[in-house]
T-cell receptor, first 118, second 115 residues
């Protein structure tokens, strides 16, 4: 497995502002993902963070709202831009494709960032 | 498109009782299957996975799951539940054909354990 950390662990933000969430892994990984988990809901994939190129976004998510960076194989950021109360959620980073792992699909999750937008 | 159904939103069991959480999937071939657990305020932890081979897979914390192709099911079981098992459990399915395939999560089952 891998040790994944996220910063911040939680934040309370004002409407219209932006927040950048960091995800750090203790080993090089092939795949990094960002998920959203709205209150009482399951996980929804926002995008796949690609190292050295633009992220691949899922339907309903756009780069202007959720810009993502992945400068290397151990780090990624997700920015939630121009926030509204509807963006209040838990944002989770996950990784897959670990060296020696069984498949890209086997994902390991960070502890999440709990965001509240007022 | 692949999908996962967890028919039980909420389950309550007594400590020491057995547990079975249901999961049904839809996928065109044999998928990868996972169970994750999320404790309050925490991220998701992988309990177990099925890729191939023995259809009864053992996981951490005394959990096991059985892949039944004929029923498109991957139910999670534990013979004796502990109070610390109270959490939310997610079943997930992923494709297996070459490279990365998207993983789809079920809506989760919240487990309450009573003394």
């Amino acid at each position: 497995s891998a040790v994944i950390s996220q910063k911040p662990s939680r934040d309370i933000c004002q409407r219209g502002t932006s927040l950048t969430i960091q995800c750090q892994v203790d080993s090089q990984v092939t795949m990094m993902f960002w998920y959203r988990q709205q209150p009482g809901q399951s996980l929804t994939l926002i995008a796949t963070a690609n190292q050295g190129s633009e992220a691949t976004y899922e339907s309903g998510f756009v780069i202007d709202k959720f810009p993502i960076s992945r400068p290397n194989l151990t780090f990624s950021t997700l920015t939630v831009s121009n926030m509204s109360p509807e963006d209040s959620s838990i944002y989770l980073c996950s990784v897959g494709g670990l060296a020696g792992g069984s498949s890209y699909n086997e994902q390991f999750f960070g502890p999440g960032t709990r965001l509240t937008v007022l | 498109a692949q999908s996962v159904t967890q028919p039980d939103i909420h389950i309550t069991v007594s400590e020491g009782a057995s547990l079975e959480l249901r999961c049904n999937y839809s996928y065109g071939a044999t998928p990868y299957l996972f169970w994750y657990v999320q404790s309050p305020g925490q991220g998701l932890q992988l309990l177990l996975k099925y890729f191939s081979g023995d259809t009864l897979v053992q996981g951490i914390k005394g959990f096991e799951a059985e892949f039944k192709r004929s029923q498109s099911s991957f139910n999670l079981r534990k013979p004796s539940v502990h109070w610390s098992d109270a959490a939310e459990y997610f079943c997930a399915v992923g494709g297996r054909s070459g490279g990365y395939q998207k993983v789809t999560f079920g809506t989760g089952t919240k487990l309450q354990v009573i003394p």
